[in-house]
């Protein structure tokens, strides 16, 4: 049973484990699923949306990626930068981003804090795609080319592995 009500403590939330961004993968981000989590399939039971907290290290990047579902991103502390497409702009707490589904996207702290945002996401959902070198190399030289690192995350694994 989901609980309804989540306590804020310290840095984290009451109850909720801050895990790594990806298994295995110590990047600098820590990520805090605060209601729900990953399901294989619509209507399995529990939350039909799953709520996390990304937490990034001064310099850090999350991956840069796309994949079906859309994304709710509001930034909670910090300063940072959204790639969303072609398109990169400066965030800061209270800023929402909408990342819509297939939209490659990255969030970079650009500032001397943690860099914190909250990301609404359905629970069933498809795992990231990262993006061939052909679009690395063409998004390189593009307005966004200074701002990503493409190589900040190792690539995704597959669901259950």
């Not at 403590?9 to 981000?29: D, F, L, T």
């Amino acid at each position: 049973m989901q609980r309804r009500v989540i306590h804020k403590r310290g840095s984290g939330w009451e109850g909720v484990e801050a895990e790594g961004y990806r298994p295995g993968a110590a990047v600098g981000i820590a990520r805090h699923t605060i209601v729900g989590g990953w399901k294989p399939e619509p209507g399995a039971p529990g939350p039909q949306l799953e709520l996390r907290f990304f937490e990034l290290e001064p310099g850090v990047a999350s991956r840069l990626e796309r994949h079906e579902h859309e994304h709710y991103v509001i930034i909670g502390q910090g300063l940072g930068h959204a790639v969303v497409g072609e398109r990169v702009e400066e965030v800061a707490a209270g800023d929402v981003v909408y990342v819509a589904p297939l939209e490659l996207h990255q969030f970079i702290n650009r500032g001397e804090e943690r860099f914190g945002f909250y990301c609404i996401v359905t629970a069933a959902r498809d795992g990231a795609r990262i993006p061939e070198r052909e679009e690395i190399e063409r998004l390189l030289d593009s307005p966004v080319g200074p701002f990503i690192q493409p190589d900040a995350v190792p690539p995704p694994l597959r669901r259950g592995v």
